[in-house]
C-alpha cells in the first residue's frame, strides 16, 4: 500500500512568489495534516483538514492556507513568500487511530 | 514558550547497550504521548505510543515510560542498533484527534 506522498519534493522560490504544495493520504484516511520544521526545531502544526473541513489551525500568518478535495487529497498555499518560509514541510493522514504517518516532505527553499 | 522539551540535543551510544532518550511536557491537558524517528531526507515514523492512563507500554526493543506526576517520559531502546541511529521526536496531543506539538528532537548515534 502506498504511504502519504508529497510533491513535490524540492522546490526553490524567491521573496514574494507564490507555492502550491500537494498531498495525497493513505488510502482510506480522510484526516491530512500539514507541518513546517525549520532546521534544528520539531514539526510545527499548520493546519488539519478532515472531510474537506478544516477543523484545526496552527500560529500561521494568513499568507497560509490550505484545502482539501473530495478524494481527501490537499493542497498547502503559502503566498508572498519569506525568507523564514524555507523549511520541510510535512504532510500527515491518520485514520480512526491516533497515529499520524507521514510522508517525505516538500523541501521549500526561499531565495 | 516549549510544551514539549527534549533538552538533550544528542546522545551517543554502544551497540548493544541501553538507549534512554528523554521528554518532559508542561501541559497537563495532553493525554497521548508518541515518539516518532525520523532519517534525513525521509518524513517522521511512527515508533511507538502510551496513552495518560498508562505508565508503561512495550514494543520489541522499544518502551516507553510515563510519570504523570513529573510530567515526564522516556523512550528505552534495548539491546540499541546501529541502524537505530536517527532523530527522535517527542510529541504529545490533547484529544484522539488533536494535533501533535513536537520537542525539538534528539539525534541519536549508536556506534558499533
Known amino acids: 500500500d502506498a504511504g502519504v506522498t508529497q510533491s513535490p519534493t524540492h522546490l526553490i522560490k524567491t521573496r514574494g512568489q507564490h507555492v502550491t504544495l500537494r498531498c495525497s493520504p493513505i488510502?482510506?484516511?480522510?484526516?491530512v495534516s500539514w507541518y513546517q520544521q525549520v532546521l534544528g526545531q520539531g514539526p510545527q502544526f499548520i493546519f488539519q483538514?478532515?472531510?474537506?473541513?478544516?477543523?484545526g489551525r496552527g500560529n500561521f500568518p494568513d499568507r497560509f492556507s490550505a484545502r482539501q478535495f473530495p478524494n481527501y487529497s490537499s493542497e498547502l498555499n503559502v503566498n508572498a513568500l519569506l525568507l523564514g518560509d524555507s523549511a520541510l514541510y510535512l504532510c500527515a493522514s491518520n485514520g480512526w487511530s491516533e497515529k499520524l504517518f507521514f510522508g517525505s516532505g516538500t523541501q521549500l527553499s526561499v531565495l | 514558550d516549549q510544551q514539549v522539551k527534549q533538552n538533550s540535543p544528542s546522545l551517543s551510544v554502544q551497540e548493544g547497550r541501553i538507549s534512554i532518550l528523554n521528554c518532559d511536557y508542561t501541559?497537563?491537558?495532553?493525554?497521548?504521548f508518541l515518539w516518532y524517528k525520523k532519517y534525513p531526507a525521509e518524513g517522521p515514523t511512527f515508533l511507538i505510543s502510551?496513552?495518560?492512563?498508562?505508565d508503561k507500554n512495550e514494543d520489541g526493543r522499544f518502551t516507553v515510560f510515563l510519570n504523570k506526576s513529573a510530567k515526564h517520559l522516556s523512550l528505552h531502546i534495548v539491546p540499541s542498533q546501529p541502524g537505530d541511529s536517527a532523530v527522535y521526536f517527542c510529541a504529545a496531543r490533547t484529544g484522539s484527534q488533536g494535533n501533535l506539538i513536537f520537542g525539538k528532537g534528539t539525534k541519536l548515534s549508536v556506534k558499533p
Open positions: 501541559n497537563s491537558m495532553f493525554d497521548y
Open positions: 488510502s482510506g484516511h480522510k484526516s
Open positions: 483538514y478532515y472531510e474537506k473541513e478544516e477543523r
Open positions: 502510551i496513552s495518560s492512563i498508562k
